[in-house]
């Protein structure tokens, strides 16, 4: 009888959601700040996984395959979003859509929420690949071989875009 040649999956796709769904929304609403665009982006990156779960290698690491979709889906979402917004002031259409998208309204609800509101504009400053190595180290607190992985670069690339973004913060 010969050999059947079975191809192993890493893990139960029901399995790869229970141990990173938690994980993943926490990043998505991070980075989006907007509990509907999180929750879209969550949907779209379980149903891309979803499709792509037959492809994946065997011995693929499944978090930065994970965070590898959801990092390209937010960041195409805020790049169509940039897109969209200069649409509408380029044409003046409805000027209540880039009221304070320049960062000019500023209300004080207290210093923690001042803070927290000019974190995200510095965060937002920041070149896209030290801002993506940022967020992907503090807030889903990911290892350097793991953003490599999910940003295609080397662990040293890594390490070097959150270093100098933090230092830009610092200085800012």
């Not at 979709?69 to 195409?76: E, P, T, Y």
């Amino acid at each position: 009888m010969p050999a059947t040649k079975l191809r192993l999956l890493p893990l139960p796709f029901d399995e790869i959601m229970r141990r990173h769904e938690r994980e993943l929304l926490r990043y998505l609403l991070r980075v989006t700040a907007n509990r509907e665009d999180a929750l879209d982006l969550f949907q779209e990156t379980w149903l891309r996984a979803y499709r792509a779960y037959p492809r994946l290698r065997p011995k693929s690491r499944v978090r930065p395959w994970l965070y590898a979709i959801a990092v390209n889906l937010s960041r195409n979402r805020a790049r169509d979003g940039a897109r969209w917004a200069r649409v509408f002031a380029a044409h003046g259409k409805d000027p209540s859509m880039t009221d304070g998208m320049d960062g000019s309204d500023r209300r004080s609800c207290g210093n923690d929420g001042y803070a927290t509101v000019r974190l995200r504009e510095l965060v937002s400053a920041l070149p896209r690949r030290q801002r993506e190595a940022l967020r992907l180290r503090h807030i889903s607190g990911l290892d350097y071989d793991e953003i490599a992985e999910i940003m295609h670069c080397s662990e040293e690339n890594a390490r070097a875009n959150v270093f100098q973004a933090v230092k830009k913060l610092k200085s800012m």
